[in-house]
């Protein structure tokens, strides 16, 4: 299958600090990048879907501010965490997709940020 | 709205047992029903996936069963194996409609050896 690279896999920050978590898919194109938020013992909940040079479309309830979405390239999307803070803890994982009429969604490792 | 429900919560199973994990949705619209794996610290991958036109696919020990009238799907795990303990989510998306992912709230299943 097609590798989806998350980097950092954890960081660890201060309140009121900025984070930047990319998503790379290594060996395909991804017209489409999916940001996911993961609590413990819980569901993935989409909060921003991305197509390559278009703005992100965010689900209802995620800040656009405070969330911001880059997708520059066909193979980078980037989410930025601006003003962290304690709540804002959580798992975030990425997946992508070659097109939009393609099914599979192939998922990053994943990123465990804590807000200190 | 929860759009995809999913139990059990959590499934406890003796090696070699069969995994039975059940997945409703409301929405008729959904077209592509996949389920995903996830070990602790990692993200989602794969298992296998089911169209509405079929009622079954078979992928190893890994099968889905789909029944559209009902508006149910599950996976059924045979030979359950100890590497098989994970926490497992059933999906369902529109194709069409930008293939967003909606996820069930998962089920953690243990294979006790």
């Known amino acids: 299958g097609a590798v989806v690279s998350q980097h950092p896999s954890w960081v660890i920050c201060k309140s009121g600090t900025s984070v930047k978590i990319e998503c790379r898919s290594l060996?395909?194109?991804?017209?489409?990048m999916f940001w996911y938020r993961q609590f413990p013992k819980q569901s993935l909940m989409l909060m921003a879907t991305?197509?390559?040079?278009?703005?992100?479309?965010?689900e209802q309830g995620v800040e656009k501010d405070k969330f911001l979405i880059n997708h520059a390239s066909l193979t980078l999307s980037t989410l930025t965490v601006t003003s962290a803070h304690p709540e804002d803890s959580s798992f975030y994982i990425c997946?992508?997709?070659?097109?939009?009429?393609?099914?599979?969604?192939?998922f990053g490792q994943g990123t465990r940020l804590t807000v200190v | 709205q929860q759009q995809v429900k999913q139990s059990p919560q959590s499934l406890i199973v003796q090696k070699g047992g069969i995994s039975i994990i059940n997945c409703a949705y409301e929405?008729?619209?959904?077209?592509?029903f996949p389920w995903y794996q996830q070990f602790p610290g990692k993200g989602p991958a794969l298992l296998i996936a089911?169209?509405?036109?079929?009622s079954e696919k078979k992928e190893g020990r890994f099968t889905i069963s789909f029944n559209k009238s009902a508006k149910q799907f599950s996976l059924h795990i045979m030979d359950s194996q100890p590497g098989d303990s994970a926490t497992y989510f059933c999906a369902a998306s529109i194709v069409r409609a930008g293939n967003m992912l909606t996820f069930g709230g998962g089920t953690r299943l243990m294979v006790k050896p």
């Open positions: 929405n008729t619209a959904f077209d592509y």
């Open positions: 991305s197509n390559e040079g278009s703005k992100a479309t965010y």
């Open positions: 089911i169209r509405p036109d079929v």
């Open positions: 060996d395909f194109q991804a017209t489409t």
């Open positions: 997946s992508a997709r070659r097109s939009n009429l393609n099914t599979e969604a192939f």
